[in-house]
């Protein structure tokens, strides 16, 4: 296995940490001299001066940043928000979210910050195995959205990209047979979607070119059940990637072991874990689980402090022997989408990791209906289960998949089976909690 930047992935991690300490220290001193947003923040922490925080081993003492605040600091004067740490003309990209409350955020980028997304997604994608000279298919589009810095990459790596975008599946397979790219980078739910289209249309999916997929976008690609769907589809090899819109494009990617994802943007951003209801530290040791919390270490822009992405995760410390060190990740859902039922945290996408255990007598496809609002639920959840093409909704498979459920995740469900097709698709991401 080859590294992209053997300097800097393969580099112990206390070397690591060494050198981004240093970043860090410069980084708040930076905060406190240019965003007023952190001033503030920091101040009514008792910090006014970078070397009362110290470095990275007092960070856990700093104030965490919610997505909140900064929507929350936006003026009509300046609608980046108070952590806007640099002039207009520095300024060469702005990027911007969904908006899913109406009005969407502004990611700005200077030429030094669009230069580090770039290589920490490098890194990330090259992980997965693809070499330069090959093909690569994009659906991801570009447009105002952060995807853009990741099909960059894809030119660093020195691929031959072929972008298609979203929601063109026609025009995406066709692409596929004609031009017969070796790799393709989709959504999970997308990837799983071309399945199924592609069955439907008479086509084998897993005897076309592509012999790599590489997903991100959503939570999903190292679920193992759900992965192992993927590659029988495909007839190719899964990694996956994850980043975050408001820090960086693909900070993490996964190698060739599939064994969760090394960090791309080392060195410029730092990673903790702490407990999502409590804010506490958690020891990023084997086997640990928290949110993800990322801390940017050489950004000028719109830097952000220990930022809470609401990923929550899987840790793994242990040697990868494709020779990149530092701890890996796997995210096993998004805390905003968490349930507790009696006490017990329950990820819709470990109900569907639990569900595609069942395949191929199910589909792969199920919804989260809470009964109630908010994240609190009383027994049962209730869980739809959509069964595979042809396969009766019979009552001893949903008992079946009901005690798996209990065993697995200490949860007590109320499964109902629905035929094939009953459930929404999805050419980008899946939803899979509906609120009634």
Request: charged share 20%; proline share 6%.
């Amino acid at each position: 296995m080859t590294l992209l930047d053997p300097e800097v992935e393969a580099r112990p991690w206390d070397q690591q940490l060494e050198l981004d300490d240093i970043a860090y220290r410069a980084q708040l001193a930076y905060l406190l001299e240019r965003s007023p947003f952190y001033r503030e923040k920091l101040a009514a922490a008792g910090i006014t001066d970078a070397g009362q925080a110290g470095g990275l081993a007092g960070i856990s003492r700093l104030p965490l940043t919610e997505k909140q605040e900064l929507r929350a600091s936006v003026t009509a004067a300046n609608p980046i928000g108070a952590h806007l740490c640099v002039d207009r003309e520095q300024i060469v990209r702005i990027y911007s979210t969904s908006g899913t409350t109406g009005i969407p955020s502004y990611i700005p980028l200077t030429v030094s910050d669009l230069d580090n997304w770039v290589t920490g997604s490098t890194r990330s994608y090259a992980a997965s195995g693809i070499a330069a000279g090959q093909r690569i298919v994009s659906t991801y589009n570009a447009g105002p959205f952060v995807a853009g810095a990741a099909l960059a990459s894809f030119d660093r790596i020195g691929l031959s990209h072929i972008p298609v975008g979203t929601g063109n599946s026609e025009r995406l397979m066709l692409a596929v047979q004609l031009l017969q790219p070796e790799a393709a980078v989709l959504t999970p739910s997308y990837a799983a979607y071309l399945i199924e289209w592609a069955a439907d249309r008479g086509i084998d999916l897993a005897a076309q070119s592509v012999r790599r997929v590489l997903v991100a976008g959503e939570p999903g690609g190292g679920e193992p059940a759900f992965r192992e769907l993927l590659e029988q589809g495909w007839g190719a090899r899964v990694t996956e990637a994850m980043g975050i819109g408001d820090l960086g494009v693909s900070l993490w990617g996964e190698c060739e072991r599939q064994d969760g994802m090394h960090l791309g943007a080392r060195g410029f951003v730092h990673p903790e874990l702490i407990d999502p209801e409590t804010g506490a530290t958690v020891a990023m040791d084997d086997g640990a689980r928290g949110e993800l919390v990322l801390t940017h270490l050489a950004h000028q822009a719109a830097p952000l402090l220990r930022f809470r992405t609401r990923d929550h995760v899987s840790v793994c410390t242990g040697t990868c022997p494709c020779g990149r060190t530092g701890p890996r990740v796997r995210c096993i859902g998004r805390t905003d989408d968490m349930l507790i039922v009696r006490g017990v945290n329950v990820f819709p996408s470990a109900v569907r990791e639990v569900v595609n255990q069942f395949v191929p007598q199910v589909s792969g496809h199920i919804l989260v209906t809470p009964a109630a609002p908010g994240v609190k639920q009383e027994p049962p959840l209730p869980v739809t289960v959509e069964v595979a093409r042809d396969v009766a909704a019979d009552p001893a498979l949903a008992g079946a998949i009901r005690d798996r459920l209990r065993s697995v995740l200490v949860v007590q469900t109320r499964v109902e089976l629905v035929p094939w097709g009953t459930l929404r698709r999805s050419e980008y991401k899946a939803k899979l909690v509906k609120r009634r």
